[in-house]
T-cell receptor, first 114, second 110 residues
Framework: KAGVTQTPRYLIKTRGQQVTLSCSPI?????VSWYQQTPGQGLQFLFE???????NKGNFPGRFSGRQFSNSRSEMNVSTLELGDSALYLC?????????????FGNGTRLTVT | DQQVKQNSPSLSVQEGRISILNCDYT??????FLWYKKYPAEGPTFLIS?????DKNEDGRFTVFLNKSAKHLSLHIVPSQPGDSAVYFC?????????FGAGTRLTVKP
């Protein structure tokens, strides 16, 4: 069974640009969550989607947005990039939502903003 | 706000000895706790979990202890192996809300 796939693995962008990251969950998983990992900050929750609906949102500015498609694939978009957006962005999937099921993470997209 | 804290950024242990990783939380609504392990260039992988109705859960070399009154949990690895060297994240969960700690980098020396 294929794991969570995130593309691209690495991305270099310039301040002010926008970026779109992609995530394909494990087959059969309908919940997709996005996290930002920066040194010393752990994993900061961005948002969760389930059945194409945003279920939960973390404390990030509106420049961060996402969506989920009918096949459960998800995209995350960051507009007007800032230097502080440089981080590892992790996508995680689980079979359902609202219950305590472990998350299955992808290998992440490393975003560098210069 | 840091609702889940891992106060030790790093821990170094000799192979064969016990590794103890600690985690504190502030929100009493959390009722499920998980540990994830992360190797460089890979995403975190689920290791072990515990429900708030228990105080201990064991899986092979890994044991998680929960002290609800102190809002504290710990992960014990016995015996530690060099392959256990990784960053360990503690996570606490309530319905529709999961928070992670900043992680502890464990190094197991041969």
């Amino acid at each position: 069974k294929a794991g969570v796939t995130q593309t691209p693995r690495y991305l270099i962008k310039t301040r002010g640009q926008q970026v779109t990251l992609s995530c394909s969950p494990i087959s059969g998983h309908r919940s997709v969550s996005w996290y930002q990992q920066t040194p010393g900050q752990g994993l900061q929750f961005l948002f969760e989607y389930f059945s194409e609906t945003q279920r939960n949102k973390g404390n990030f500015p509106g420049r961060f947005s996402g969506r989920q498609f009918s096949n459960s694939r998800s995209e995350m978009n960051v507009s007007t990039l800032e230097l502080g957006d440089s981080a590892l962005y992790l996508c995680a999937s689980s079979r359902t939502t609202g219950v305590h099921s472990p998350l299955h993470f992808g290998n992440g997209t490393r975003l560098t903003v210069t | 706000d840091q609702q889940v804290k891992q106060n030790s950024p790093s821990l170094s242990v000799q192979e064969g000895r016990i590794s103890i990783l600690n985690c504190d939380y502030t929100n009493s609504m959390f009722d499920y706790f998980l540990w994830y392990k992360k190797y460089p260039a890979e995403g975190p992988t689920f290791l072990i979990s515990i429900s708030s109705i228990k105080d201990k859960n064991e899986d092979g070399r890994f044991t998680v202890f929960l002290n609800k009154s102190a809002k504290h949990l710990s992960l014990h690895i016995v015996p530690s192996q060099p392959g256990d060297s990784a960053v360990y994240f503690c996570a606490a969960s309530a319905t529709n809300d999961m928070r992670f700690g900043a992680g502890t980098r464990l190094t197991v020396k041969p």
